[in-house]
């Protein structure tokens, strides 16, 4: 299984990125998708979810309303979209995977990275001020 995380970089407060993370080696639909942020010497907290039909979304409050999460199935990607972007936003991003018989089933999204079965490498996005 790979999860090949992409598109962070360096952007102004106020600037958007899109990241995307293309999954192989897997039946994508079974999974539910997530995406964590990392800060130098915390753990990895988590900033949204995605069910596997796309029908339901979560988010942390720090990101709500200018983050959105999407999925395709038919391409194996789940993408993240970051609007209004704050230089606390700064962190390493990660795409994770759970399978829809763990975690909190199918029907949500689990926000303990613990629970996720496979990771991406990591993307750092950078928010200069």
């Known amino acids: 299984v790979q999860l090949q995380a992409s598109g962070g970089g360096l952007v102004q407060a106020g600037g958007s990125l899109k990241l995307s993370c293309a999954a192989s080696g897997l039946t994508f639909s079974n999974y539910n998708m997530g995406w964590f942020r990392q800060f130098p010497g915390k753990e990895r907290e988590f900033v949204a979810g995605?069910?596997?039909?796309?029908?339901?979304?979560y988010y942390a409050d720090s990101v709500k309303g200018r983050f959105t999460i999407s999925r395709d199935n038919t391409k194996n990607t789940v993408f993240l979209q970051m609007n209004s972007l704050k230089p606390e936003d700064t962190a390493v991003y990660y795409c994770a995977a759970v399978h829809g018989t763990r975690g909190l089933g199918y029907a949500t999204v689990t926000r303990s990275y613990r629970l996720y079965d496979y990771w991406g490498q990591g993307t750092l996005v950078t928010v200069s001020s």
């Open positions: 995605i069910i596997w039909t796309g029908g339901s979304t």
